[in-house]
């Protein structure tokens, strides 16, 4: 039998094995499985990235309350939160007084991205709540939050690291809460944290849907939130 001549003069060309008394006659095919097997996996269409969709579960599309020409894009999981939340501000729409916007967060935030929020809806014609101008030096603090949560259209809750630590000490921002749980219009907002973190603390909040800067930044929020509280656009 002849033998392979491969540990002495190796098989690195295909020259080399064709020489060869026992392999010569067979016939050669290179194999590498784990790059064919890579590179029909990466270019596989159904592994395609962009087939796959957003994070959030879906293409981007615009809401049935945006104004003709928008180009604000929501995902399906938000559209589902916000149509009964903008359901509900088309009933209270045409009610005199009332402000677009009451913002719920830390007092510790209000420097910070409570500030930076209420500014870039101001930015955008959104009227807002927020204690920080609303609440008048030496104004009974409490009645002046019940104030602003009935004369508003919808609730936010900017839920950041201080807000959790502040309603697990039954803070005013804990109190603010509790009002507006009791209404169907909340929109929770989470910044620099998780859902899982805001269910450990307040399960019932952590229980609906909302807008996280995670998926947008605080700017496509702002304008999220500015179309949701708009009057009802009419195609003509």
């Not at 016939?27 to 796959?52: E, F, G, H, K, L």
């Not at 008048?136 to 019940?146: F, H, K, T, V």
Request: with cysteine; hydrophobic share 30%; net charge neutral.
């Amino acid at each position: 039998m002849a033998r392979c001549t491969a540990p002495t003069y190796g098989h690195r060309t295909e020259s080399g094995r064709a020489s060869c008394p026992a392999c010569g006659g067979r016939s050669y095919i290179r194999y590498n499985s784990y790059s064919s097997y890579n590179d029909n996996y990466s270019s596989s269409p159904s592994y395609n990235s962009a087939s796959r969709g957003s994070s959030s579960g879906g293409t981007k599309r615009r809401a049935s309350w945006s104004s003709v020409g928008s180009t604000v894009l929501y995902t399906p999981a938000e559209i589902k939160t916000l149509t009964p939340v903008r359901e509900n501000i088309e009933k209270r729409i045409e009610k005199p007084d009332l402000r677009d916007i009451f913002l719920c967060h830390a007092w510790d935030d209000r420097k910070g991205s409570a500030k930076e929020l209420h500014d870039l809806l101001e930015s955008k014609g959104v009227s807002v709540w927020f204690s920080e101008k609303d609440v008048a030096l030496g104004s009974p603090l409490m009645r002046e939050i019940d104030k602003g949560l009935v004369k508003s259209k919808v609730g936010i809750v900017l839920v950041t690291p201080l807000f959790l630590k502040r309603i697990s000490g039954g803070s005013i921002a804990d109190k603010e809460l509790s009002a507006l749980l009791s209404r169907d219009l909340i929109v929770p907002i989470i910044h620099d944290t998780t859902y899982e973190d805001l269910r450990d603390v307040s399960p019932l909040l952590g229980s609906r849907s909302g807008l996280s800067t995670t998926e947008d930044s605080m700017e496509e929020i702002a304008s999220k939130l500015a179309e949701l509280v708009a009057p009802q656009f009419v195609d003509n």
